[in-house]
């Protein structure tokens, strides 16, 4: 199982400017639990939604947002269902609510929702349930391969 330790690997390799918050789980259970620990609006919470299709899917999006799975099924051309726990650790390598948008030892196509371009700087999973990246929006994108898609309700 991947976590942190992996996720500061591919930051520090690849000179990403963004920075791992460690706290307790119960701190960052939902967006809202997690913005209010870190002073935040729910929205700046990039939560990581994984998505069962023909291959994985990573939706990137605002904290405030649920992922709309008739668009996201237009955009991606096939029907899509989130993930259940023992698909996201076996497909992506990291338990449920330590989903992190990059890190991943295999590809994984990667969609960001333009919920988040509302903001300069998010928080997302660290690759575990008490661990928070903050990162800036375009740090972000020039860290991933992504598609900018709408698939937020």
């Known amino acids: 199982m991947r976590g942190v330790k992996e996720v500061k690997s591919y930051i520090k390799k690849r000179n990403i400017n963004g920075e791992i918050i460690m706290f307790k789980a119960e701190q960052a259970k939902t967006s809202a639990s997690a913005a209010e620990h870190l002073g935040c609006e729910v929205a700046q919470i990039a939560k990581s939604i994984v998505l069962k299709a023909e291959t994985p899917i990573l939706v990137i999006l605002s904290g405030d947002m649920r992922v709309d799975l008739k668009k996201l099924s237009e955009v991606i051309g096939e029907k899509a269902k989130l993930a259940s726990p023992e698909y996201v650790s076996e497909?992506?390598?990291?338990?449920?609510?330590g989903v992190p948008p990059m890190g991943f030892d295999r590809s994984i196509?990667?969609?960001?929702?333009?919920?988040?371009?509302?903001f300069s700087e998010v928080f997302s999973s660290g690759g575990s349930r008490d661990s928070i990246l903050k990162i800036g929006v375009?740090?972000?994108k020039d860290a991933v391969e992504y598609e900018l898609v709408e698939v937020s309700k």
């Open 109 to 118: 196509r990667i969609l960001i929702d333009i919920s988040i371009d509302r």
């Open 138 to 140: 375009k740090e972000l």
């Open 91 to 97: 497909e992506v390598g990291f338990i449920i609510g």
